[in-house]
Structures are given as structure tokens and as C-alpha cells.
């Protein structure tokens, strides 16, 4: 997780007139508006693609309240709410990823590894086989499980803190044991309630509507700005528990809140939309790659997931013809595809 320092040209300070200096890094600056540009351009081609196709431009036009009947319904009630779940999913894993493996200090730190996921899926399950739960119920029973996944890892990797590789292994293990506790389940599920897990644990946007919306972005409006607002405690931690105390951090309460604040992303992401693999692994690592930026990165890898995420649905939509896959399942190829490469390239550096 080291990188190496910045040349001064690469970071601006910025000075307003009241008197505040923010320091602009200008990659990391140019990475984000490139990645916002393309997920929305990715969103408005997503928007138009369906059974009834519309141009860009059309989409465009009905988003601003210029298209016909027809177009308002398909684009507003149908495609809208879709895209919007997948952007604010996407936004969620990565920045909940970005925490975790901050936190962790390890590439392989992240909710999908450390069975949050696993912990969702379990809740779901929970209430589908043994409560033959509605949608909201499911959502509900997601979000717990992976709450408590959340607490179970942190309470049996505390050890005077929570440190790298204990955080990792336990979260591994505990995610064999949730699998295996999933797998219990649906042995036991009769061939209705089977299929409609399987289906909900594979991933997906199908059938999402605003009711998955405006619970997905209450959370982040609440979220997001407590995470960015310790983001520098956050960045100091990076160096080290010692070196964090000494510059003034409260390490433990700090790492305590962003830990919450990234399993409630995880949890709420899932809940939305199914356990989604691999966005969660990947966005903060292509994110620090692109900007070559020291710390978490937490906006790039935000705006990273939320593209991945609609690329791969778009993807999911167009490059199978009539056989559209669940989103889960793209993701969870291009994700298996690429942390194959990253252990690779970890064992190359003598890191594992």
C-alpha cells in the first residue's frame, strides 16, 4: 500500500477569500472529472437502452421535462430509478471498499474478502426461507446481517486495536463460516423460495424502482460527508497507529466510525441490489492507480465504483443480445479476472 511521494508541482494549494487553503491535487482533481463525465455518458446511453430503444438526445430532453408521454414514463418510471440504484450502489461499494482497505493497510481488504457480503446474503436468506419475507423485508434482513457480520469480524479481530492481516484473516473466516450457514439455507428452502435466492443472491438492478432509491441516498447524504470529514484521520492512520497518536488522531474512535460507516455503505449497497461482487475489491485500487495518489482516495474510488458499475450493467444489456445477464455476474467475472492479476503482482512484490 506504499506509494511513492508526489513532486510539489503535483499538488496546488487553493485559497479562497475568506482564508482557507485547500490543497488541490491535480491528477486526482482531472481523474475525477474524467470519471464523472463518463458515468454520466454511460447513464444517458443506459437510460436509452431497453426493448424500446431512445437516442441520447431524446433521453436528454425527457430528463428535463421535453419528451412525450411515452418517453416520461419509460425514462422517469421505468430506466430512471434503475441507473440511479446503480450509481448510488456503485459510489457505496467503492467508497466502503476505499475505508476498508485503508484501514486494513492491505490490497485484499475489502467487504467482498472479508465476508460482509456473505453476511447480507445470510440476513436475506434469514428472511426469505424462513419468513417467506416481502422485498422490504429482505432489504431489512440484509442490512442486519451484514451489521452484524460487521461487528462479529471487528470484535474477534480486536487485540489491543485492529491491525492488517488479523482484520483480513478473521474476516476470511468468518466468511467461510457465513457461506457455510447460506448453503445450510438453501438446502433447506423448498424450490420457490430456492429460486428466488439464487436470483437475489446472483446481484442484479432488474426491477429496481425508487423505493430502493431514496433509502440508498438518505444513507449516503448521511455517510459520505461523516467519512470525508475524517478523512485526514483517516490518512494519517495510513502510517501507522504511533505516528497517528502523536499527530493527534483518536485512532481507535476514528477507526471505530469510518469501519461502521463503510459496513452500513456495504450492507445498504447489498440490500439494494443483491451482493454484488468485486466492485468493492477493484474501484479503490484502479482509483489509486489512475490518480498515483498517496491516502485512501476516497472521491476517486467513489466515482470509480459508480462507473464500474454502470459500464458493467450497460455491458450486461448489450453484449449478450437477448440473454441479459445479472450485473453480479459481469462484475464477478471482471473481478475474479482481476484479482487473480492483483495476487499475481502482490507475491511478485513480496508483499504476500
Known amino acids: 500500500m506504499t506509494t511513492t511521494p508526489k513532486p510539489a508541482s503535483a499538488v496546488r494549494a487553493v485559497r479562497t477569500r475568506g482564508g482557507l487553503s485547500v490543497r488541490l491535487d491535480v491528477r486526482a482533481f482531472t481523474v475525477v472529472v474524467l470519471l464523472l463525465m463518463a458515468v454520466l455518458a454511460a447513464s444517458v446511453v443506459l437510460i436509452g437502452t431497453g426493448d424500446f430503444p431512445i437516442p441520447a438526445v431524446d433521453v436528454l430532453k425527457t430528463l428535463v421535462g421535453n419528451g ?31 475505508l476498508f482497505q485503508s484501514i486494513s493497510r492491505n490490497p485484499l ?22 419468513f417467506s419475507g416481502s422485498a422490504n423485508q429482505v432489504a431489512l434482513g440484509a442490512l442486519i446481517g451484514g451489521l452484524a457480520t460487521g461487528l462479529a469480524i471487528y470484535l474477534l479481530a480486536w487485540k489491543r486495536g485492529v491491525h492488517g492481516y488479523r482484520l483480513v484473516l478473521v474476516g ?49 447524504a448521511v455517510l459520505v460527508p ?20 502523536a499527530l493527534g488522531v483518536r485512532v481507535e474512535r476514528t477507526r471505530l466510525l469510518l469501519m461502521l460507516s463503510a459496513v452500513l455503505l456495504t450492507a445498504g449497497a447489498t440490500a439494494a441490489a443483491g451482493p454484488v461482487g468485486f466492485v468493492a475489491l477493484t474501484a479503490p485500487q484502479l482509483a489509486r492507480r489512475l490518480t498515483r495518489s498517496p491516502g485512501p482516495n476516497l472521491v476517486p474510488s467513489m466515482c470509480m465504483g459508480a462507473t464500474l458499475l454502470i459500464v458493467a450493467d450497460l455491458a450486461s444489456q448489450r453484449a449478450f443480445g437477448a440473454d441479459q445477464l445479472p450485473v453480479g455476474v459481469v462484475t464477478g467475472v471482471l473481478g475474479g479476472v482481476y484479482l487473480l492479476w492483483l495476487l499475481v503482482t502482490e507475491r511478485k512484490a513480496g508483499r504476500i
Open 109 to 130: 481488504g475489502s467487504p467482498d474478502v472479508l465476508g460482509l457480503g456473505q453476511g447480507s446474503t445470510a440476513g436475506a436468506l434469514i428472511m426469505i426461507v424462513l
Open 226 to 245: 461523516l467519512v470525508l470529514g475524517n478523512a485526514r484521520g483517516l490518512r494519517m492512520m495510513e502510517m501507522g497507529d504511533d505516528v497517528s497518536y
Open 172 to 220: 476470511i473466516g468468518v466468511s467461510a463460516i457465513v457461506t457455510a450457514v447460506n448453503g445450510y439455507l438453501l438446502t433447506k428452502a423448498d424450490i420457490v423460495d430456492a429460486a428466488r435466492a439464487v436470483v437475489w443472491m446472483t446481484g442484479s438492478l432488474n426491477g429496481r424502482d425508487w423505493d430502493q432509491v431514496w433509502p440508498l441516498l438518505i444513507m449516503c
Open 68 to 98: 412525450d408521454a411515452g418517453q416520461e414514463f419509460i425514462v422517469n418510471d421505468l430506466r430512471l430509478p434503475r441507473v440511479l440504484v446503480g450509481l448510488l450502489v456503485g459510489a457505496s461499494l467503492g467508497l466502503g471498499g476505499a
